[in-house]
């Protein structure tokens, strides 16, 4: 598990880190008319330094920010201790939650990796992404699997001991967490509160179809936040089928059942709202626009806000 030196760096007690893992586990919803908790992904909000990230957000009608500290994000995981107080205290002196963000973290070993975790949760983060993990062409499937389990198992007695939790996304492709029986191997025998699933709709029905109701079904217990977007079926060059991203409402995802099943599952989670169809390069997080205005970028960021709520709401 931990050796001494990496314990001590976690500079926490047992009893505090118990009462920050409770406040990071995922609530079982009471009733169906209480609002979603939407944050920004901040890597569509690159273009912006933390100050400027923070009053968008805020005038966008959001309730917290998903702040990328991870290579080529927002805070760069090597200045963790100088740039991400910096960061929060922009995002708190609008009133806005800073619950949430995306790492390049999937290890305990990693001396920076533990910098992040500890640094994160000493100010008040509750949940953070995970970076992702790839399957090895030289070892089966399963026995992958079991030995990712055997790393996430030594991530998550690390996250107890910080009282953060971590998220790993599903993700569509070839990588661990395409399909969403990988994430329940991957995590099994870990609770939500240490490590659960970052559950992705749209990449969800990507590889998933019309199953995509089962395999919700599968990790319900194991989500503890979601990310919203959406996706069409396009033809691409040489006539090759392809996924284009859209805005919310006008791809694939059936958001409204979705929102139905949320709500049938009593989930209760943070929501993280992600911008990947064409947007003057934000979809990247680029640092400079390219070809539309930050005024009609807002726009459309709205929309997709004000369409999720919409939603929710007729759920």
Known sequence: MLNRRNFILTGVTYSGAMMAGLNAMPRVREDNTSELTYHIFSKHLQFLDYKSMADAAA????????LTVRKGGHVAPDEVENQLPLAIEAIESVGLRHDMMATDVNNAEDELNQRVLKTAADLGVKLYRLGYV?????????????TLNDQMKRLAVLNKTLG???AYQNHSGIRVGSQIWDIYYLLKGITSDK??????????????????????????????????????????????WEVKNVPLGEGMVDFLAYFKMLKELKIDVPVTVHYEYDLGGVEHGDRQLSGMKAADIFKAMKKDLDYAKKIWREA
């Open 134 to 146: 790839n399957f090895d062409d030289e070892v089966p499937i399963p026995d992958r699997l079991e």
């Open 59 to 66: 005038n966008l009608g959001f309730d917290g920010i998903d």
């Open 195 to 240: 490590i659960g699933c970052q559950y992705d709709i749209r990449h969800g029905v990507v590889e998933g179809g019309q199953s995509w109701i089962n395999g919700l079904k599968l990790i319900a217990p194991q989500i503890n936040c979601i990310v919203l977007k959406d996706f069409v079926w396009t033809r691409g060059k040489f006539g090759r």
């Open 164 to 166: 953060i939790a971590g």
